[in-house]
């Protein structure tokens, strides 16, 4: 069965969303990920969807529980890629993506990702250690 | 009005949404339509289908391609 | 008049057929005579057209006079085919027109070699043919017209494009003054224009500067909304500058929430900002002191 590989860089993990996700997919996807990160411990996810052409209301709530299971289990999340297309569409059809950070592409999102976490930690532990 | 061509697919599983995308991308591509409309009528009919196979447990989805014929001053 | 010239039936057939080489060939050097544009049409290709139109017109008459009738529907597609070639290669409306009223003369000319005997045959061919070919005529002209204002619209979608041109200020800003009034269709074109411009130049700020915008009111605000709310969804924001003291009225006076898109009043303190969100700075080296600044 097709798997969306996850790949590590850092204490970050990446995704590539290349395919058409399907139900079983995305269910693979969300295991998949949330036992890497308890694994790794990782920090944060990022999430390229440049591939999609299309992004319906089902692959929206997909990248949004992405999203909240990662916050849950400490890693923050941002999407990159979005096509113009995509996101006009999105737009226009009243569709949002709650919740889900987004970057221009991988280098602007790591960038994200790393000042999202610092930001985090900072507000987290920040007040422990003076 | 004139039918070009008529498709019925069966929309009975998650695989099944994927052809009605790209059944609905080559006909509007085929309209020349442009990339941003194209993405929005291929999204709108992703939901439908989806909501075919969640709400109304599964369907036939037919799309007729209709032509308009241009009088002598169009 | 038209009715009563229904009930007539046409000779041209015939007519044709009998002096179809004069007709042609007078035709053919009238044309050439008055409106010599051989540098947009050969001569040949010219003859061709002359030839098909002819037999065209010998079949439809012999069937019927009424040029609305279907049996003219093949002349009409030629003619429309050919005034629209025309529009495109430049003629003038007169110049295509021409090449149907000057089939007149000769046809005229042949007429009176076949009935000039029976001088009120004769009036009535010649009326009959003139009505036909008026008629014909006018058809070219309004073909003509049509294309001409097909090309005016596409000329004008083209402006549209080219009035929204979106500026590279600085590495990843960009800039989108826009002029004029937003509707639907220019909003369209504007966040496509505004998108992809962001993905190719990798730019995480865009200022959309709207010191040419008459008025904005709720339906404007939507459409500046959906660019921003767009642009966002991508990864990059955009400052809204050029607001001016009026349109903050009108915007308080209406309601209109703008959420939390940070709006300029000037195209430079939108630039200030966006250089600030970008992570720049702007440095002065420090003069020395014991140099004469000349000059």
Redesign the interface.
Known sequence: MEKIPILRMGEFLLVTIQV?M???LAMTLQDDLTNRISQTGAKGVLIDISSL??????IGRTLGNIASMSRVLDAQTVV?G????????????GMS?QGVR????VD??ME?LRQTVNDHEEREYGSYFQ | MAVISSETLPVVSEADIVSVRRCVRESAAKLGFSLVDQTKVVTAASELARNTLIHGRGGKWNLPLLTVRESAFG | MATMLNHKTSNLRSIIAQHRDAILNGWVRDMLGSTRRTDLIKESELQGQCAQFLSMLAQATSQTTNTQASAYDPLREMLAETSRTRAMQGFSARETATFIFSIKQPLFVAIRESLGKDSSAMADEMWLTSEIIDSLGLYTTEAFLKTREETIRRQQEEMLELSTPVVKLWEGILALPLIGTLDSARTQVVMESLLDAIVKTNSKVAIIDITGVPTVDTVVAQHLLKTVTAARLMGADCIISGVRPQIAQTIVHLGINLLDITTKATLSDAFTLAIQRSGFKFIRPQKKESVEQGN
Do not use: C, K, Y
């Not at chain 1, 297309?85 to 226009?92: D, G, N, R, S, Y």
């Open positions: 058409d399907h139900d079983r052409e299309i992004v319906d209301s089902f990159v979005m096509q113009p297309a995509v996101a006009i569409t999105l737009v226009e059809l993506l987004t970057a221009l592409n602007a999102g994200l």
